[in-house]
C-alpha cells in the first residue's frame, strides 16, 4: 500500500512539474486578497453568452472574470477557490488571470481540492490533465461513463458509469483498478473524505467510500451539497432541505414555492446560495433572511475564492423598455399582447437578451414594473411566447407556451406589490395547441377556467389547479354548466360563451341571464352585453335582455374591446373606434402589429416602429372630440 501510494505520489508530482500556474495562483492569492473576505463565482448568461462573474456574498460587485471577447463558459471552481476550470478546453485563476488553454475541453467537469488536476468527461470515457496542462491521460474508459468527483487528497475519482440499463457509482484511484459501489449517479466526495453522497433512485444516498454504512438521507432528492464541516448536506428534492449525513433532522427551508437549483454553501457553512427561476439566492442555513442576489439572465452559483477580479465591474443591462414620455413607451421589439385596466397597462414585450416578459405602465406616474427578470429564451424546436395576458386592477395574470412536438404552458400570476411571478396551473398539449385558459378580468375580479371549472385568482383558499401542485390563492365561482369557456368580465359580471348560448353570472355563480345566441365574440361593458354575430355588433342589456343597438363590422376588422359604448375593432395595422349609438368612428393606423384596450382615462394601443415598438396613451377627451 505504502508503495502504491509512494508511486501515486510520484505521477501527480510528474504531471505537475514546472507546475507555473499553480505558483503564480499561489502569488494572485497573497496580493488579490479583498480585505479576507470571500467572493462568489458564478456563470451567467446575461448578456447573452455564457461567461463567468465575480460577485460580493451580498450580490454587489458583479464583475466578469475575462474580457468580453473571451467567452468561456465556466463549470467549476477548485474548492481552495484559486482555479476555474472552462468547458472549452481554458483553465484560468479565479481573478480570471492566467488565462491558458489545457485541451479541448469536455463536459462534467471536476477540479482537484488544490486545483492541481482536472477531470472531465469527454471521448468515450473520463479524463484527467494538469491545470498546467501536462500529463493528459485517460483514467476511465467508457461511453456512458460521467460525473467524476475528487477524493480531498486527489488520490482518486468517484463516478457513475451504465453498466446495461442502470447507473452505478465507481471509485477509480489514480493508480489502481475501478471499484463498483452501488446504484445511483452524481457520485460527491465530502470535506473530510470519509463519506461520499449520491442520488439514487428514490432519494439521496451516503456511503462509506468501501462502499459500507449505505444509508438513504433524503427522500426524492435530485441534486446534493456537502456543507464545509461535512457533518450536513443541502439538497433539492423540489425544495430546498438540509439534512444530518447521518439522516435524521430534516430541515425544509422556505424559497417562497419555487423549486431550487444548484444549491452551493458558504465557506463558513452559515449560509446558502441557490439558484430559484434563473437567479440567485442566499439563505440562512436555518431558514432565514431569504434574498436575491441578481436580476437579470440564468445563474448557477460555483463556488468561492478570496481572489478580487480585476476587470471593471459589469455595466447595467441596456432596458427592455422605457419611457419617452406622459403618453409613449418604447420597447425593444414589436408589442405581441396587451391589457388594460383603469389606470394601468399591461403589455408583452422582448428583446435579444431579455425573453418575452410581460410589463406594466402607468402613464400618470410614467413608471413601468416588469415581472419576471430579463433572461435568454430557451431554444425550443416549435416555438415559445406568451398569450392570454389580462390585467385586472393591481394583478397581472398570463400563459408561458413552448416546447417540442408538445407544447407546455404554465399560467403565471404577478401583483404590483408582490412582483414574483407564481405558477397557477401547468397543463401540457400537443405544440400548435393553445391550452384554453381564457384568462379574464377587470378591477379585482380576475378569472381563468381549470377545465369545466370556473376558477377566481386572488384572496381563496383552494388550490388554483386542482389536479396540480399550485398555491392556494384561489376560489371556484362556478362548475358545470355556465362555466367555461369565459368570455369577458366587467365589474361583478361575467360572460359566459357557449356553442349556442352566452350567459352572465356574478362573481358568487349564480346565472343573471342566458342569452339564446350563438356569437364569435362576447364583452361586457359595464351592464351591457355587447357580441359579434357574422358581420354586425349587437348590443344587449342584461337585466332587460333586449336588443339596445346593433352596428356591422368593417371588413377586416375583429370585435376585441367595449367601454362606454364604444367597441374596439382590430386588424393587423389599424385599430378602430365605433360609437355603437350613432355610428360614429375613429381610425389608427400604424405598422403592425397593432394591440388596443379602451379604458374609462382613454385608449392604450402599440404599433411596431420598423424593428422596435411603442405603447400609446391616447386620453379620453382626445378621442371624445376626435369622435365628435
Same mark, same amino acid.
Given at each position: 500500500?505504502?508503495?502504491?501510494?509512494?508511486?501515486?505520489?510520484?505521477?501527480?508530482?510528474?504531471?505537475?512539474?514546472?507546475?507555473?500556474?499553480?505558483?503564480?495562483?499561489?502569488?494572485?492569492?497573497?496580493?488579490?486578497?479583498?480585505?479576507?473576505?470571500?467572493?462568489?463565482?458564478?456563470?451567467?448568461?446575461?448578456?447573452?453568452?455564457?461567461?463567468?462573474?465575480?460577485?460580493?456574498?451580498?450580490?454587489?460587485?458583479?464583475?466578469?472574470?475575462?474580457?468580453?471577447?473571451?467567452?468561456?463558459?465556466?463549470?467549476?471552481?477548485?474548492?481552495?477557490?484559486?482555479?476555474? %476550470?472552462?468547458?472549452?478546453?481554458?483553465?484560468?485563476?479565479?481573478? #480570471? !488571470? $492566467? /488565462? =491558458? +488553454?489545457?485541451?479541448? @475541453?469536455? &463536459?462534467?467537469?471536476?477540479?482537484?481540492?488544490?486545483?492541481?488536476?482536472?477531470?472531465?468527461? %469527454?471521448?468515450?470515457?473520463?479524463?484527467?490533465?494538469?491545470?498546467? #496542462? !501536462? $500529463? /493528459? =491521460? +485517460?483514467?476511465?474508459? @467508457?461511453? &456512458?461513463?460521467?460525473?467524476?468527483?475528487?477524493?480531498?487528497?486527489?488520490?482518486?475519482?468517484?463516478?457513475?458509469?451504465?453498466?446495461?440499463?442502470?447507473?452505478?457509482?465507481?471509485?477509480?484511484?489514480?493508480?489502481?483498478?475501478?471499484?463498483?459501489?452501488?446504484?445511483?449517479?452524481?457520485?460527491?466526495?465530502?470535506?473530510?473524505?470519509?463519506?461520499?453522497?449520491?442520488?439514487?433512485?428514490?432519494?439521496?444516498?451516503?456511503?462509506?467510500?468501501?462502499?459500507?454504512?449505505?444509508?438513504?438521507?433524503?427522500?426524492?432528492?435530485?441534486?446534493?451539497?456537502?456543507?464545509?464541516?461535512?457533518?450536513?448536506?443541502?439538497?433539492?428534492?423540489?425544495?430546498?432541505?438540509?439534512?444530518?449525513?447521518?439522516?435524521?433532522?430534516?430541515?425544509?427551508?422556505?424559497?417562497?414555492?419555487?423549486?431550487?437549483?444548484?444549491?452551493?454553501?458558504?465557506?463558513?457553512?452559515?449560509?446558502?446560495?441557490?439558484?430559484?427561476?434563473?437567479?440567485?439566492?442566499?439563505?440562512?442555513?436555518?431558514?432565514?433572511?431569504?434574498?436575491?442576489?441578481?436580476?437579470?439572465?440564468?445563474?448557477?452559483?460555483?463556488?468561492?475564492?478570496?481572489?478580487?477580479?480585476?476587470?471593471?465591474?459589469?455595466?447595467?443591462?441596456?432596458?427592455?423598455?422605457?419611457?419617452?414620455?406622459?403618453?409613449?413607451?418604447?420597447?425593444?421589439?414589436?408589442?405581441?399582447?396587451?391589457?388594460?385596466?383603469?389606470?394601468?397597462?399591461?403589455?408583452?414585450?422582448?428583446?435579444?437578451?431579455?425573453?418575452?416578459?410581460?410589463?406594466?405602465?402607468?402613464?400618470?406616474?410614467?413608471?413601468?414594473?416588469?415581472?419576471?427578470?430579463?433572461?435568454?429564451?430557451?431554444?425550443?424546436?416549435?416555438?415559445?411566447?406568451?398569450?392570454?395576458?389580462?390585467?385586472?386592477?393591481?394583478?397581472?395574470?398570463?400563459?408561458?407556451?413552448?416546447?417540442?412536438?408538445?407544447?407546455?404552458?404554465?399560467?403565471?400570476?404577478?401583483?404590483?406589490?408582490?412582483?414574483?411571478?407564481?405558477?397557477?396551473?401547468?397543463?401540457?398539449?400537443?405544440?400548435?395547441?393553445?391550452?384554453?385558459?381564457?384568462?379574464?378580468?377587470?378591477?379585482?375580479?380576475?378569472?381563468?377556467?381549470?377545465?369545466?371549472?370556473?376558477?377566481?385568482?386572488?384572496?381563496?383558499?383552494?388550490?388554483?389547479?386542482?389536479?396540480?401542485?399550485?398555491?392556494?390563492?384561489?376560489?371556484?365561482?362556478?362548475?358545470?354548466?355556465?362555466?367555461?369557456?369565459?368570455?369577458?368580465?366587467?365589474?361583478?359580471?361575467?360572460?359566459?360563451?357557449?356553442?349556442?348560448?352566452?350567459?352572465?353570472?356574478?362573481?358568487?355563480?349564480?346565472?343573471?341571464?342566458?342569452?339564446?345566441?350563438?356569437?364569435?365574440?362576447?364583452?361586457?361593458?359595464?351592464?351591457?352585453?355587447?357580441?359579434?354575430?357574422?358581420?354586425?355588433?349587437?348590443?344587449?342589456?342584461?337585466?332587460?335582455?333586449?336588443?339596445?343597438?346593433?352596428?356591422?363590422?368593417?371588413?377586416?376588422?375583429?370585435?376585441?374591446?367595449?367601454?362606454?359604448?364604444?367597441?374596439?375593432?382590430?386588424?393587423?395595422?389599424?385599430?378602430?373606434?365605433?360609437?355603437?349609438?350613432?355610428?360614429?368612428?375613429?381610425?389608427?393606423?400604424?405598422?403592425?402589429?397593432?394591440?388596443?384596450?379602451?379604458?374609462?382615462?382613454?385608449?392604450?394601443?402599440?404599433?411596431?416602429?420598423?424593428?422596435?415598438?411603442?405603447?400609446?396613451?391616447?386620453?379620453?377627451?382626445?378621442?371624445?372630440?376626435?369622435?365628435?
Amino acid at each position: 500500500m505504502k508503495l502504491r501510494e509512494a508511486l501515486l505520489g510520484a505521477i501527480v508530482a510528474a504531471v505537475l512539474a514546472g507546475g507555473s500556474f499553480e505558483a503564480q495562483t499561489a502569488s494572485a492569492a497573497k496580493s488579490s486578497t479583498h480585505g479576507g473576505s470571500y467572493w462568489l463565482v458564478v456563470a451567467s448568461d446575461r448578456d447573452g453568452t455564457t461567461r463567468g462573474y465575480s460577485m460580493r456574498p451580498d450580490g454587489s460587485r458583479l464583475t466578469p472574470l475575462l474580457a468580453k471577447s473571451r467567452s468561456h463558459p465556466p463549470q467549476v471552481v477548485s474548492a481552495d477557490g484559486r482555479v476555474v %476550470a472552462y468547458g472549452d478546453g481554458y483553465v484560468s485563476r479565479a481573478d #480570471g !488571470r $492566467g /488565462l =491558458r +488553454r489545457i485541451g479541448k @475541453g469536455g &463536459w462534467s467537469m471536476a477540479l482537484s481540492r488544490d486545483g492541481r488536476l482536472l477531470a472531465f468527461a %469527454a471521448r468515450a470515457g473520463i479524463w484527467i490533465v494538469g491545470t498546467n #496542462g !501536462r $500529463g /493528459l =491521460r +485517460r483514467l476511465v474508459s @467508457g461511453r &456512458w461513463t460521467f460525473e467524476p468527483d475528487f477524493s480531498p487528497n486527489a488520490r482518486a475519482i468517484a463516478y457513475s458509469s451504465f453498466v446495461g440499463d442502470d447507473e452505478y457509482v465507481f471509485i477509480k484511484p489514480l493508480l489502481g483498478n475501478r471499484r463498483r459501489l452501488g446504484p445511483g449517479k452524481r457520485p460527491k466526495w465530502s470535506p473530510d473524505g470519509r463519506w461520499i453522497a449520491y442520488v439514487g433512485r428514490d432519494g439521496a444516498y451516503v456511503m462509506r467510500p468501501n462502499g459500507t454504512q449505505r444509508h438513504r438521507v433524503a427522500q426524492g432528492a435530485v441534486e446534493i451539497s456537502w456543507s464545509p464541516t461535512s457533518r450536513e448536506l443541502a439538497f433539492n428534492a423540489g425544495y430546498l432541505g438540509i439534512v444530518g449525513a447521518g439522516g435524521g433532522h430534516l430541515r425544509r427551508i422556505d424559497t417562497r414555492g419555487i423549486e431550487p437549483a444548484y444549491p452551493v454553501w458558504a465557506p463558513d457553512g452559515r449560509r446558502l446560495v441557490v439558484t430559484l427561476m434563473g437567479q440567485l439566492w442566499t439563505v440562512a442555513r436555518d431558514g432565514r433572511g431569504l434574498r436575491r442576489l441578481t436580476g437579470a439572465g440564468g445563474n448557477a452559483a460555483l463556488g468561492w475564492t478570496r481572489l478580487a477580479p480585476t476587470l471593471p465591474r459589469a455595466k447595467p443591462l441596456p432596458a427592455t423598455e422605457r419611457v419617452v414620455d406622459g403618453r409613449t413607451v418604447a420597447t425593444s421589439t414589436p408589442v405581441s399582447d396587451l391589457s388594460a385596466d383603469g389606470s394601468r397597462v399591461a403589455f408583452v414585450t422582448a428583446s435579444a437578451i431579455d425573453c418575452d416578459h410581460a410589463a406594466v405602465w402607468t402613464p400618470a406616474s410614467r413608471a413601468i414594473a416588469r415581472f419576471d427578470f430579463p433572461r435568454l429564451c430557451l431554444p425550443t424546436s416549435t416555438g415559445s411566447g406568451i398569450y392570454d395576458l389580462e390585467l385586472a386592477g393591481s394583478r397581472a395574470a398570463w400563459v408561458h407556451y413552448g416546447g417540442g412536438n408538445t407544447w407546455e404552458f404554465r399560467l403565471t400570476s404577478a401583483t404590483l406589490t408582490d412582483r414574483e411571478p407564481v405558477q397557477l396551473s401547468f397543463e401540457s398539449a400537443d405544440a400548435g395547441t393553445f391550452w384554453p385558459y381564457q384568462v379574464r378580468g377587470d378591477g379585482d375580479v380576475l378569472v381563468f377556467n381549470d377545465g369545466a371549472r370556473l376558477v377566481r385568482v386572488g384572496g381563496g383558499r383552494e388550490r388554483c389547479q386542482e389536479s396540480g401542485r399550485g398555491p392556494s390563492v384561489c376560489t371556484t365561482i362556478r362548475r358545470g354548466p355556465h362555466a367555461a369557456p369565459v368570455e369577458a368580465v366587467s365589474g361583478r359580471l361575467i360572460a359566459i360563451r357557449g356553442a349556442r348560448d352566452v350567459a352572465v353570472v356574478d362573481v358568487r355563480g349564480e346565472v343573471v341571464r342566458v342569452f339564446p345566441l350563438t356569437v364569435t365574440v362576447a364583452h361586457l361593458d359595464g351592464e351591457d352585453l355587447v357580441v359579434a354575430r357574422g358581420d354586425a355588433i349587437e348590443r344587449y342589456g342584461v337585466q332587460s335582455g333586449a336588443l339596445e343597438a346593433s352596428r356591422s363590422i368593417p371588413r377586416g376588422y375583429k370585435l376585441v374591446d367595449v367601454d362606454g359604448g364604444i367597441a374596439v375593432l382590430r386588424r393587423p395595422t389599424a385599430i378602430k373606434l365605433l360609437r355603437l349609438d350613432d355610428g360614429r368612428s375613429l381610425t389608427i393606423e400604424r405598422r403592425g402589429p397593432m394591440f388596443g384596450d379602451l379604458e374609462s382615462p382613454g385608449l392604450y394601443y402599440s404599433h411596431a416602429v420598423q424593428k422596435t415598438g411603442r405603447v400609446v396613451f391616447l386620453p379620453r377627451a382626445e378621442l371624445m372630440r376626435r369622435l365628435a
